[in-house]
């Protein structure tokens, strides 16, 4: 993918993250980027065909490579790449994309199945860490893990993402406190 093709999906997640689904149009694309629509049809043929690649992008850019940025430290042990995994989640990161990206699969589904992809992908990446790490119950350590997140999102104001931590270091006793 060029650098050109990133900046136009890029920006298509901006909008989509400020103003929702509808809100990302051919027009809006082309007035944020400072370009025409022969511009945006060169590199995507179609609207159609960018919402495609719009929503491959956000699955990329917030499972895939958060999930290779965690696995490309070498070394750690599962209990630390799942603090590193949650670290990574609660950067303070705006605007709300998660959020955004709900409501346009609740409308689309095409997007629907892009998202019931993601959120597998993370609960199953969480569940295998939770698993490698000794939880006990994995499967309902990593849903409870990932609910959490999806939740801190969705209530009004949303709960901010220093908070969201300090709820996972309740949740998840550090690595040098000994079971009792």
């Known amino acids: 993918m060029s650098a050109e093709q990133t900046s136009w999906l890029e920006q ?4 989509l993250a400020e103003q929702g689904a509808p809100a990302v149009t051919l027009e809006r694309l082309c007035e944020r980027m400072g370009m025409s629509k022969g511009a945006f049809y060169h590199h995507f043929g179609s609207m159609p065909k960018y ?3 719009l929503l491959g992008h956000f699955e990329s850019k917030c499972t895939t490579a958060v999930i290779d940025e965690v696995e490309a430290v070498d070394m750690l042990s599962a209990p630390e790449r799942l603090r590193r995994l949650l670290a990574e989640v609660t950067k303070d990161v705006s605007p709300p994309l998660e959020v955004a990206m709900r409501a346009w699969a609740k409308q689309d589904p ?3 199945r892009v998202q019931e992809r993601v959120d597998a992908t ?3 990446y969480l569940r295998d860490l939770c698993e490698q790490a000794g939880q006990e119950r994995p499967d309902q350590t990593a849903k409870l893990l990932y609910l959490l997140l999806v939740g801190a999102e969705h209530v009004m104001p949303p709960l901010p ?3 969201l931590r300090e709820m996972y270091e309740m949740l998840l006793p550090r690595p040098d406190q000994s079971a009792s």
Do not use: C, P, S
Not at 12 to 15: E, F, M, N, P, S
């Open 110 to 112: 095409e997007a629907a």
């Open 12 to 15: 298509g997640l901006v909008l």
């Open 122 to 124: 993370r609960i199953g």
């Open 51 to 53: 919402r495609a690649r």
């Open 161 to 163: 993402k220093a908070e």
